[in-house]
């Protein structure tokens, strides 16, 4: 028995959380500077090419340099604003999307708290976030802030339904509020995931969580050219930090999350193609690699996390009505009519449901 299967299970638990804690800020750091690098690449531009780290690495030092820019700023609080709610609006949206982490599969048959309900559990805190959104602008007690906080509301509650909606699908074909199941019954390889009999929710699922994250093109409720940067126009030094640790955990999230319910999760694409005496496995470190584990969950991720980051260098940014018109008028209905489309499928044991 090694030393770490002798640890209490709560000391596990612990450390474990707080690895994945620090892994997730370290990749925002490093998204953002992956994202301007991967969009200054699209427009023939080098991106960020100057501050180093140790002395090599140019512009790898760039994440450390905003965040100690950012930190050593005033805090400002305005005079009339509610003190209070002023300073916890950007816990309340940044701490959700770090809970939702506890029920996600990160390995084969593992998560930090396996729970039954973990389906009901992510749409529950996803919806949570959007408190700390409303409370950001109405304690600022300033019109641009309010009038940016229920603009980003109004956005974040359409897109929630049609995502719900979607995750309806997933529970269909699954049978399960348990994520870590809904990962298990992909088995089988790419096609066996369930982006291939649910693809328009998949698409409904990734558009309502680009949505919810108000990245472009739905940015409308930070759109500094309409409204002064939205709700939170009056936050500067650590709370401008908090918000924009949250809108980056919550890019990695929701690519996290459709890895998991259309993806597959930690499942490789080639389960079913290759046996399981194939000589490629008996490789040491390509065998690792081929088989399921966390580094596929992380590389679907990163894809995904790219397809975020294309879909900014490509789009305008939409009007409001516009958003608004696709939420309410275009995604519910595809998912709508996909179940009925799934409920046929079911009766007549086809796909998925042919077990």
């Not at 093109?217 to 650590?238: K, L, Q, R």
Request: some cysteine; aromatic content about 16%.
């Amino acid at each position: 028995m090694s030393l770490w299967e002798t640890l209490p299970a709560f000391v596990r638990s612990t450390a474990i959380i707080l690895l994945v804690t620090v892994v997730l800020i370290l990749c925002v750091a490093y998204l953002t500077l992956w994202e301007r690098k991967l969009i200054g690449w699209m427009q023939l531009r080098k991106g960020p090419n100057r501050v180093r780290i140790f002395g090599f690495l140019p512009g790898m030092g760039q994440p450390f340099a905003d965040v100690i820019k950012l930190l050593i700023k005033e805090v400002v609080v305005p005079t009339r604003a509610n003190g209070f709610l002023f300073t916890i609006a950007p816990a309340i949206t940044l701490i959700p999307a770090f809970a939702i982490w506890a029920v996600l599969p990160i390995a084969p048959g593992y998560a930090i708290a396996n729970i039954d309900a973990g389906l009901l559990y992510v749409l529950s805190l996803t919806s949570v976030g959007v408190y700390g959104v409303i409370l950001a602008g109405w304690a600022s007690n300033s019109k641009y802030a309010f009038l940016g906080a229920m603009r980003s509301a109004a956005q974040i509650v359409a897109y929630e339904i049609a995502m719900g909606f979607a995750l309806v699908g997933v529970l269909m074909a699954s049978n399960s509020l348990n994520l870590g199941t809904i990962v298990e019954k992909q088995q089988g390889g790419l096609f066996s995931w369930n982006w291939f009999w649910l693809f328009p929710l998949f698409v409904v699922y990734f558009i309502s969580g680009v949505a919810e994250t108000n990245r472009a093109p739905f940015d409308v409720a930070e759109g500094e050219s309409e409204i002064v940067a939205g709700f939170h126009v009056e936050y500067s030094g650590v709370g401008f930090v908090v918000f924009f640790l949250a809108e980056y955990t919550n890019m990695i999230l929701i690519s996290a999350l459709t890895a998991v319910f259309f993806f597959g999760g930690w499942q490789s694409p080639l389960n079913g193609y290759l046996a399981a005496d194939n000589a490629l496995f008996q490789i040491p470190l390509l065998g690792a690699m081929l088989n399921d584990g966390t580094h596929w969950l992380a590389v679907k991720i990163f894809l995904f996390l790219c397809l975020f980051l294309w879909l900014r260098a490509t789009f305008p940014r939409y009007r409001y009505d516009q958003i608004m018109r696709l939420g309410w008028k275009a995604l519910i209905p595809v998912t709508i009519v996909w179940i009925f489309v799934e409920m046929l499928l079911a009766h007549y044991k086809i796909g998925p449901w042919s077990t």
